[in-house]
Structures are given as structure tokens and as C-alpha cells.
């Protein structure tokens, strides 16, 4: 059980953090709480968004207990085929809601971004069902839309409360609770480039999120078996996992103990950067293949050299034009000034040593790679049509997609 009270408030490291999502039930019995939660809350006329899937997972057992309760407004139920978070959803959603006082989703990362989208649209706060562990967004305050054909990331809002049963993301198709997997293993690079930065170039660093999430991601490696095993265990663990990162993000205000290199390949790839590698593959499914591949990278990185002073940095300018083409302009302009012009020469001397140890106590590449694919987990690049040379490509290439310093950039930006 995640305890709220722990998270927000004044800190340690000089913030004083805040937590949009005031109540979270992942215990066993989390939905017959919920309609008296509601009404406690205020809520009167709770509008259910769902799909074909999730409303038989547990839409309609929900349904039935709002009803009991008198709070049930209605449901939008998607039933067409793929559906996707863009403007065909959002218009089928708008056009059926009303006379409610709160939206619901109950589903998995898409319906929550096409509920998030449409409660912000109409200033009406929602609360979050998940129904399978697939994606740290579900607490998240931004929408993953996808609008004219183009993903993009909209301001949103976070839910006020969430509710989910471990029992119901158990029975959810292996392929979600892969990718969830996938996008919390992924936190260990983040992590570590997040202390990275923060001992070399003073970037704000938060000890207690940095423990949180790291202790959330060792739960979830240490019971990856579990999962296929259907152990619920092992399932209240990623969800958590999920949750508690999301809750990070929260707390920082935007994405750094949660996102880094193996995020940026994965956003490199939808914005058609490389050609042939499919985009369409569920988050977590890419953030972990490349979190794999990261993990061997970083693991051999020579320090000593990489940081050897003076650290000489190369133009950025020729690489952004060669492969960012037509959006080159813009992100030169989001570069600017380069994150890794932040690096402090003393703060190097000072901190190498350590630095070299985060690195160093990452998880074994391989290790993880058998546990990963014993589930179901894609691990190789070319599953989802991406060759090694395409590989390659984006490891040199997508440091810019985001200015952050990250180990991916140093290794591409430091001239040897
Ligand atoms: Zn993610
Ligand atoms: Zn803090």
C-alpha cells in the first residue's frame, strides 16, 4: 500500500513537493470501496469511459456498484477497433457524456489519456481504474495524444484518487504487463543519469524520490518470475511500481526520475526519425528493449576518459541537422544552451569516483535479459524491424530529443 502522506510536502532537498492524487486504493476489495469513497468526496454523477475489454475486466462489476450506490451517471463504451488516444475517441466521448460530476476511467493507458484529455477539456476533475499494469502515466499530468497522426504531449491533469486490484491487472493480456515491466526497468538508467547530472553539474537532485523509485524498480525486478506465474504478489508490486513512479513525476514537477536515454530512442522512433523501425509498439515494450541495451553500453563506459579534463565538447548543430531534417530548427532551439555546458570541472574531480560507482552497480544486461524474455518481454531490436545499424543510429542520435544531460549524451557529445 502506497502511503500518500509520506510523499508530499516540504523535503529534504529544498522542495516542497505536491501530490495531486489525494486517495490510492490497490488493495484487494478497492472497488467495493470505492462508490462510498466517491460519495464522501461529494460526487453524486460519476460517468464511466471505457472499452469493450476493459468494461467485461471490470467495467461492469463497477458499474453495478455505482448503481448500488445511486452514483452512476452513465459510460461512453469504445467498441470500435484500435482504438488509439486521437480525435475520433475524444469526439465519441465528448458527444456521450452528460449530466455528471466526475469522469472514471477504467481501462488501461489509452482510455486514461482519452479521459484525461477530455476532463481538462471540461474542467471536471477524473479518477483512475486501471485495469492492467502496462505504463507508469496513469497518475501522470499529461495526456500522450495522438492528433492529425502526430503523438504529442499535451498538458492535462492527474486523477484526484486511484483505484485498482491487483486481481484484475492479473487476469490483463501478458503483452500490457510485459511493457509495464519494461517501462520500470527502464528507471534504472534514468535514475543514475538523473545522479549523474546531479554530481557533476549540480542539477537539483531529490535523495528520497531517487529511494522510492529505485526501491519500486528492485521489487519489480526481483519478481518478474511472478508475473507469469499469475503470483498477485508480484503484481501489487508493479503496479506500485508504476504508480510510485508516476507519483515522482508528480512531485518533481516533470519527468526526470523517471525518463532518460532509453525514453528518448523510444520517442526518437515515434517521431519517424528512423525509417522502417516500427513506432506503433506498446511504451514500455521499447523503453525496455532499450533499457537492455543501454544497461550494456553504460556498464562499459569509460569514465576516466569521458570525463578527463578538460572536457571539450563538440558542436551539436551538424548531428541535429543530419538527423533531425525538417524539425532541425526547433530542436537546436530546444538545446539551447546544451544541458552539458552545466558540467563544473571541480564538481568532476570531486565526484568521478562516484559517479563511476552508480554506473558500475547497475543490473547485469544479460541477467535481465532472461528474466525479461522468460515472461514474454520483446528484448530483441529486431522484433520491432529495428536493425542494428538502425540501432545504432538512434544511440547516436536521440540524446537531443530532450535537452538532459544523460549518459547516452556524453558519450555522443564529449570529444575523445
Ligand atoms: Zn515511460
Ligand atoms: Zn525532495
Not at 157 to 186: H, N, Q
Not at 264 to 288: C, Q, R, T, Y
Not at 366 to 383: F, K, N
Request: aromatic share 6%.
Amino acid at each position: 500500500m502506497i502511503k500518500l502522506n509520506n510523499l508530499a510536502g516540504p523535503c529534504s532537498c529544498g522542495h516542497n513537493h505536491e501530490v495531486i492524487t489525494a486517495h490510492i486504493d490497490t488493495d484487494k476489495g478497492a472497488a467495493e470501496r470505492m462508490p462510498e469513497k466517491l460519495k464522501e468526496s461529494g460526487f453524486s454523477k460519476v460517468w464511466m469511459v471505457c472499452d469493450t475489454n476493459t468494461y467485461a475486466a471490470a467495467g461492469e462489476k463497477i458499474e453495478a456498484l455505482l448503481c448500488k450506490a445511486e452514483i452512476f451517471a452513465g459510460k461512453t463504451l469504445l467498441s470500435h477497433e484500435h482504438i488509439m488516444a486521437d480525435e475520433y475517441s475524444v469526439e465519441l466521448t465528448e458527444s456521450s457524456i452528460n449530466n455528471y460530476d466526475l469522469l472514471l476511467a477504467v481501462g488501461s493507458g489509452t482510455i486514461h489519456d482519452i479521459t484525461r484529455y477530455v476532463a481538462f477539456q471540461h474542467n471536471t476533475p477524473f479518477v483512475s481504474f486501471p485495469t492492467a499494469a502496462s505504463v507508469d502515466g496513469f497518475v501522470s499530468s499529461v495526456a500522450a495524444m495522438e492528433f492529425g497522426g502526430l503523438k504529442v504531449t499535451l498538458s492535462s491533469r492527474s486523477p484526484i484518487m486511484l483505484f485498482a486490484e491487483p486481481e484484475v491487472l492479473k487476469e490483463a493480456p501478458m503483452d500490457l504487463t510485459c511493457a509495464g515491466v519494461g517501462d520500470i526497468l527502464g528507471k534504472y538508467t534514468s535514475l543514475a543519469d538523473w545522479r549523474m547530472a546531479h554530481l557533476i553539474t549540480g542539477e537539483h537532485f531529490c535523495q528520497r524520490i531517487y529511494d522510492l523509485v529505485l526501491k519500486a524498480t528492485e521489487i519489480v525486478h526481483a519478481n518478474i518470475a511472478g508475473l507469469s506465474a499469475g503470483n498477485l504478489t508480484a503484481f501489487q508490486g508493479l503496479l506500485d511500481g508504476l504508480i510510485i513512479s508516476g507519483l515522482a513525476m508528480q512531485m518533481m514537477g516533470h519527468s526526470r526520475p523517471a525518463s532518460s536515454g532509453e525514453h528518448h530512442i523510444s520517442h526518437f522512433w515515434e517521431m519517424g526519425m528512423v525509417e522502417g523501425v516500427d513506432p506503433n509498439a506498446l511504451h514500455g515494450e521499447k523503453v525496455g528493449m532499450n533499457e537492455l541495451r543501454l544497461l550494456k553500453l553504460y556498464k562499459s563506459a569509460d569514465w576516466d576518459k569521458l570525463l578527463a579534463l578538460p572536457i571539450k565538447l563538440r558542436d551539436i548543430k551538424p548531428d541535429i541537422r543530419l538527423a533531425y531534417k525538417d524539425l532541425a530548427d526547433e530542436i537546436i532551439e530546444l538545446n539551447t544552451p546544451d544541458s552539458a555546458d552545466a558540467i563544473d570541472p571541480e564538481l568532476v574531480k570531486k565526484n568521478l569516483e562516484e559517479v563511476k560507482a552508480i554506473y558500475a552497480a547497475l543490473p547485469d544486461s544479460d541477467e535481465l535479459m532472461e528474466l525479461m524474455a522468460g515472461i514474454g518481454c520483446t528484448v530483441a531490436p529486431e522484433t520491432l524491424s529495428c536493425s542494428e545499424e538502425a540501432m545504432q543510429y538512434s544511440i547516436d542520435y536521440a540524446c537531443y530529443v530532450r535537452n538532459k544531460l544523460t549518459l547516452l549524451r556524453l558519450l555522443r557529445i564529449v570529444e575523445r
